[in-house]
T-cell receptor, first 112, second 113 residues
Framework: GEQVEQRPPHLSVREGDSAIIICTYT??????FSWYKQEAGAGLQLLMS?????DRKEEQGLTVLLNKKDKRLSLNLTAAHPGDSAVYFC???????????FGTGTRLQVLP | DAGVTQTPRHEVAEKGQTIILKCEPV?????LFWYRQTKIQGLELLSY????????DGGAFKDRFKAEMLNSSFSTLKIQPTEPKDSAVYLC???????????FGPGTRLLVL
């Protein structure tokens, strides 16, 4: 079955710096990719989703890159601020299966 | 529109008790998921319903975990009897059939003593 690895598990950056989180997956049939943010004591909040035919998507200071050849998905917070401090999860799924596999999470700390 | 709601937000139980967690999906969503989240195991799928029918019951969790969807707008997860290793955050999520994006509730933090 699909295996997803996420790194780094912990990331600490200064305010204004960029933060990059990477997930790699194994199933070439994976068709749907999402990033979620989880703040303390809350559920997972969807940040952005892309289909497999998209290589790059930017929204509100976030950039998602998809490299299908290397089976790598990344999330780049271009100018992090303290409010971005949270745990971030990638999630991938094969088309029409409704089976979502989550990464193990990255705890991001943005220092003022 | 209301998102996914879960109650209670926190639950403390003694070993051997029965607890029931509740979830209301986003209105109009036909798919509903229950997950358990722990630091060690991450997110584990417990149950998956489509149009109130149980599609997946999470194998290893069958014996003491039972999820039900009595109507399209309400689901419960019963743990009976509880064990200390059940201490975790239980997340409910819903999605539109045919769409992969899942919307999560705030979770129920369970502590079993």
């Amino acid at each position: 079955g699909e295996q997803v690895e996420q790194r780094p598990p912990h990331l600490s950056v200064r305010e204004g710096d960029s933060a990059i989180i990477i997930c790699t997956y194994t199933d070439s049939a994976t068709a749907y990719f999402s990033w979620y943010k989880q703040e303390a004591g809350a559920g997972l909040q969807l940040l952005m989703s892309v289909l497999s035919n998209v290589d790059r998507k930017e929204e509100q200071g976030l950039t998602v890159l998809l490299n299908k050849k290397d089976k790598r998905l990344s999330l780049n917070l271009t100018a992090a601020h303290p409010g971005d401090s949270a745990v971030y999860f990638c999630a991938v799924s094969v088309a029409n299966t409704n089976k979502v596999v989550f990464g193990t999470g990255t705890r991001l700390q943005v220092l003022p | 529109d209301a998102g996914v709601t879960q109650t209670p937000r926190h639950e403390v139980a003694e070993k051997g008790q029965t607890i029931i967690l509740k979830c209301e999906p986003v209105s109009g969503h036909n798919d509903l998921f229950w997950y358990r989240q722990t630091k060690i195991q991450g997110l584990e799928l417990l149950s998956y319903f489509r149009s109130k029918s149980l599609m997946e019951d999470g194998g290893a969790f069958k014996d003491r975990f039972k999820a039900e969807m009595l109507n399209s707008s309400f689901s419960t997860l019963k743990i009976q009897p509880t064990e200390p290793k059940d201490s975790a955050v239980y997340l409910c999520a819903s999605s539109l059939t045919g769409e992969d994006t899942q919307y999560f509730g705030p979770g129920t933090r369970l502590l079993v003593l």
